[in-house]
């Protein structure tokens, strides 16, 4: 079963920049779909970007769409990449990387459409 994995968070000051990368060894995103989300304190996980699985269908948060970037590659291994430029203390929180099988050129911000998890990275924003 594909298993993602992300890596990147980290302790960063408003106004910074950070990448974010979920990998799926053995696996190729062309078959799945993708989101990440993220989990605040005391807060519901909400949907951050989703990617339909061609790529050509993405889908932002309304607070972040001026400010994350969502990349994939097409190849092996399968990564994707969430980079966050002018980062806000209320961009807090751990970040998760999810993945469900293809459904058409479509993606949802549901978490309960995503059928296996990553366990997360934090991304902890102050000065």
């Known amino acids: 079963q594909p298993q993602p994995v992300e890596s990147g968070g980290a302790l960063v000051q408003p106004g910074g920049s950070l990448r974010l990368l979920c990998s799926v060894w053995g696996y190729n995103f062309q078959n799945y779909r993708v989101a990440w989300f993220r989990q605040a304190p005391g807060k519901e996980r909400e949907g951050v970007v989703c990617s339909s699985s061609s790529g050509g269908y993405k889908e932002y948060e309304d607070s972040v769409k001026d400010r994350f970037n969502f990349a994939r590659n097409t190849g092996f291994p399968a990564v994707v990449a969430l980079e966050l430029i002018g980062v806000r203390p209320e961009d807090t929180g751990v970040y998760y990387c999810?993945?469900?099988?293809?459904?058409?050129?479509?993606?949802?911000?549901?978490?309960?459409?995503?059928?296996?998890w990553g366990q997360g990275t934090q991304v902890t924003v102050s000065s």
């Open positions: 999810a993945i469900a099988p293809a459904q058409g050129d479509y993606c949802s911000r549901r978490a309960d459409d995503y059928e296996r």
